[in-house]
């Protein structure tokens, strides 16, 4: 069984770790990673019937029919979606085929963007969903 919770918050911190020394490429790379895998623990606990892994790394497809298909089926999931948007971001721009653009290619402050969309999703869906008793807080590793 996949462990997509655990998987954000080892990404989130990674991401944190490469910022701050300077690995802006690999810290944006790993940004994307914390949206998919919030995304896809959702999908995992408000719907049984999907499997998250049919959406590939497409955060776009991830967020408007992954999640959009366990909002029909949970309309509680709602609360956990309705201050982000990915969909024009640079977090959702190139995940995950951006692991093989060149060096050099993200600015701090744009980096610094992706890396603190990546993690306001980390708060509002895996964090939130801890504080509402979907996760135990032991499931964010």
């Known amino acids: 069984m996949d462990a997509y919770a655990q998987a954000a918050t080892r990404h989130l911190r990674d991401s944190k770790l490469l910022f701050g020394n300077q690995r802006f490429d690999n810290a944006v790379y790993l940004a994307g990673y914390v949206a998919e895998c919030s995304m896809k623990a959702m999908i995992e606990v408000f719907d049984r019937h999907s499997n998250p892994r049919q959406f590939g790394h497409n955060l776009r497809k991830l967020q408007q029919e992954g999640l959009n298909r ?58 939130e969903m801890v504080l509402s008793g979907y996760l135990r807080r032991s499931d964010l590793g």
């Open 70 to 127: 366990s909002i029909r089926l949970q309309p509680k999931l709602h609360s956990f979606l309705s201050s982000f948007a990915i969909d024009s971001t640079e977090l959702a721009k190139g995940h995950p085929d951006r692991r093989y653009w060149a060096t050099g290619r993200w600015r701090p402050d744009l980096a610094r963007a992706v890396l603190e969309l990546a993690e306001e999703i980390y708060q509002k869906t895996l964090l």
